[in-house]
């Protein structure tokens, strides 16, 4: 017997699961002539339903995070952000950005930034900063510094660490700039490291400094060190790329532009190469090294430390 009621469904299957639509349920008309009719058009109640996939678990499996991250960094960053409040280490008044000339053109200024940075390795901030101070009294352009002889490079730059084999360097690059780049510096990663002395940490200032584009984190040694005593890395790493590809895994970039300086000048002050301060340091408590470093050091350091610190 005919249904009384015009009731049709359908089953389509989506990428998630099947979708079920269903038609309201409306009661058959009859015309004039006795023949019954279905109805044209009315508005149909649809409902979606998704079947629930079953997915089987495998037993005994612990599900880790998709994402690995230190679980003190918060508390410890936001430490660090407190010590550091009043931004008074070296690192802040003689940054590559600070002794470079802001009122230069941008390409003498993004140069200039380059120069400071190939100078700074291995070298204070105070040497860098004063052999900064006496190229641009010399005249701190591309043009200027390929006219300039080997000697007297040499001895604008001095003391700088490895100072004659930064003079080929800079000569080599300045060429290089002059012939390839317009005058101008690379304004990618990849080309600043094919600049005769110049590796990822530096390119990676040069892109935030003279750029102003953060692409990755600039790990010196002192990034290096600390990620690594406060425990930002998953297992120690040896070399500051290495430290560098682990922040970016977990660090939000939110704190990128920031941390490099943040973390230099920390070392500079408290986490110390040698004899880090930890009984002043706020994460003594939740720093696995300073858990255990709680005492005032000996004042007496030996050669070996004085010469480590000098050089970081
Ligand atoms: S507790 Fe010591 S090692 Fe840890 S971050 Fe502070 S100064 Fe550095």
């Given at each position: 017997?005919e249904s009384p009621y015009f009731n049709k469904r359908t089953t389509r299957s989506s990428g998630i699961g099947k979708v ?259 009984y002043e340091c706020l994460n003594k408590e939740i720093c696995p090294v300073g858990k255990s470093n709680k005492k005032m ?16």
């Open positions: 017997m079920k639509v269903e038609n309201e349920q409306l009661p058959l008309k009859k015309s004039a002539n006795g023949t019954t009719q279905k109805p044209f058009s009315r508005k149909r109640k649809v409902e979606v339903k998704y079947e629930e996939t079953m997915v089987e678990q495998p037993q005994n499996v612990k599900q880790e995070p998709s994402v690995w991250e230190p679980p003190m960094w918060r508390e410890q960053l936001k430490n660090i952000y407190s010590m550091r409040k009043f931004r008074n280490a070296a690192v802040d008044s003689m940054g590559c950005d600070v002794i470079s000339d802001t009122l230069a053109s941008p390409e003498v200024y993004r140069y200039q930034v380059l120069l400071s940075l190939m100078l700074s390795s291995q070298t204070k901030d105070q040497i860098t900063s004063a052999a900064m101070e006496k190229l641009r009294e010399h005249g701190c352009s591309i043009d200027n510094i390929l006219q300039t002889s080997d000697k007297v490079l040499g001895e604008l730059i001095y003391p700088v660490g490895f100072w004659k084999k930064k003079v080929e360097y800079i000569k080599r690059t300045s060429k290089i700039l002059q012939e390839e780049y317009n005058g101008d510096i690379p304004d990618t990663v990849e080309k600043l490291c094919k600049l005769p002395g110049v590796g990822p940490k530096m390119a990676y200032l040069v892109m935030k400094c003279a750029w102003n584009q953060i692409v990755g984190i600039g790990v010196d040694t002192h990034v290096h060190r600390i990620s690594n005593r406060l425990g930002w890395v998953k297992k120690p790493t040896k070399q500051p790329e290495d430290t560098r590809k682990e922040l970016q895994d977990w660090l939000p970039r939110e704190y990128w532009r920031d941390i490099d300086e943040l973390l230099v000048g920390f070392g500079q002050q408290t986490c110390l190469p040698v004899g880090p301060k930890c050091p000996s004042s007496k350091k030996t050669k070996k430390e004085e010469m480590k610190e000098e050089t970081e």
